[in-house]
């Protein structure tokens, strides 16, 4: 097996085309890959479909990315916060696309484009304005929804230590998204705060299989880690 | 005298058991994590990936990367475990939590609950886990005001307000009475200086009283 380390968040970003969808790991702030985000808008890729749990807070990261007009649509579960005010703009002036999923439903619907499932069905939303036009069916007396994958063509994650060969492990709530969004891409990109040697990391504690991982890349540890940049900055 | 809400966050901790394994909604039901058991006598799971969450740390304890559902800072208890995201929802929607607590703007009298969405015009939507929350739990508690601030019942015959889940509500507690959704419909099981028959005349709905 060679190497998935590359030199740089460039190189690694590289292949990513105008029109892409992108699944971008994260819960707020937590797990959020920021030097990856950062370099993707640098890179410049544009009219993105992003898949993430928020659309973005403050001016940084996610955030930016929309301030910067590269996103046509974003697939979220809770876009609206006390600091959403890059993503509450563009919505209310008509210039980005909306799909608001339930959060337990955007999972599994990552999921299940990694495991290769073709639909699921799932109680949450039977009844409510998210489920209006979908197909549904009682199962043993129960109400449910059928639900579709969430395929993506890259995903980028961040994620605490990585092998050469791309297994890795993370950190507390920061894993959230980042497993199953590696498993639904075609390519992932996982940004790492150090790569150790491979043998490093207890097979038994390996979280994401390597398998799952296309590119890793060493930022070091994230300096807003230690800052506490974005205390006072939380939201509901 | 009606209930302030830090005494009803009492009241709702009081009736979650020990060993219960529970999820505290964004808001108001935070607060009765204060109330709970000192201990671990019950293990609070939180939807971004994890079970035994602690308080909130000192200042100079914060770790970005240790978060609640509400984004705050949070704290590990001994015996936490991390989970990721579909885990999460999945111990949820399974019915492995004994019990969650919410926050709503209606509940009828079916339990069909009402937390996510004003439905206004120029609202941006934003649901969050509330719809696979409000299914999954074993329990699912609501706390809220019983009126709105002009007066307005929040228990209802039918909710205006865009629907989170059908039918998924087992209690609401509010600042003037505990009530039991029940196949028999709505039974007061506590109330807190008001009568049944003054909770009838207010909400205009049919009310058991618990035997």
Known sequence: MKSKVRESVATALSEIPDGATIMIGGFGRAGQPVELIDALIEQGASDLTIVNNNAGNGETGLAALLAARRVRKIVCSFPRQSDSQVFDGLYRAGLIEL??????????????????????????GYGTLLAEGKETREIDGRQYVLEYPIRADFALVSALHA??????????????????????????????????????????????????????????ERPWLRDGAFIGEAAS | MSMGRQELAAVVARDIPEGSYVNLGIGIPT????????????????????????????????????????????????????????????????????????????????????????????????????????????????????????????????????????????RIYTDRAVFDITPDGLVVRETFGTTVDELRELLGLDLKEQR
């Open chain 1, 99 to 124: 799909e608001l999923v339930p959060q337990g439903n955007l999972a599994e619907r990552i999921r299940a484009a990694g495991a290769g499932i073709g639909a699921f069905y799932t109680p949450t």
């Open chain 1, 163 to 220: 092998d050469p060969w791309g297994n890795l492990v993370y950190r507390k709530t920061a894993r959230n998204f980042g497993p199953i969004m590696a498993a639904a891409a075609t390519t992932t990109i996982a940004q790492v705060d150090s790569v150790v040697e491979l043998g490093a990391l207890d097979p038994e504690v390996v979280v994401t299989p390597g398998i799952y991982v296309d590119h890793v890349v060493e930022v070091g």
């Open chain 2, 31 to 170: 607060l009765v994590g204060n109330y709970l058991p000192p201990g671990d006598a019950v293990i609070l799971h939180t939807e971004n990936g994890m079970l035994g969450m602690g308080p909130a740390p000192e200042p100079d304890q914060v770790d970005p990367d240790l978060i609640n559902a509400g984004k705050q800072p949070v704290t590990e208890r001994p015996g936490a475990a991390y989970f990721h995201h579909a885990d999460s929802f999945a111990m949820m929607r399974g019915g492995h939590l004994d019990v969650c607590v919410l926050g709503a703007f209606q509940v009828s009298a079916r339990g069909d609950l009402a937390n996510w969405h004003t439905g206004a015009p120029d609202a941006i939507p934003a649901v969050g886990g509330a719809m696979d929350l409000a299914i999954g739990a074993k329990q699912v508690f609501v706390m809220m005001d019983l009126l709105t601030r002009d007066g307005t019942p929040k228990i209802v015959a039918d909710c205006t307000y865009p629907l989170t889940g059908v039918g998924c509500v087992d």
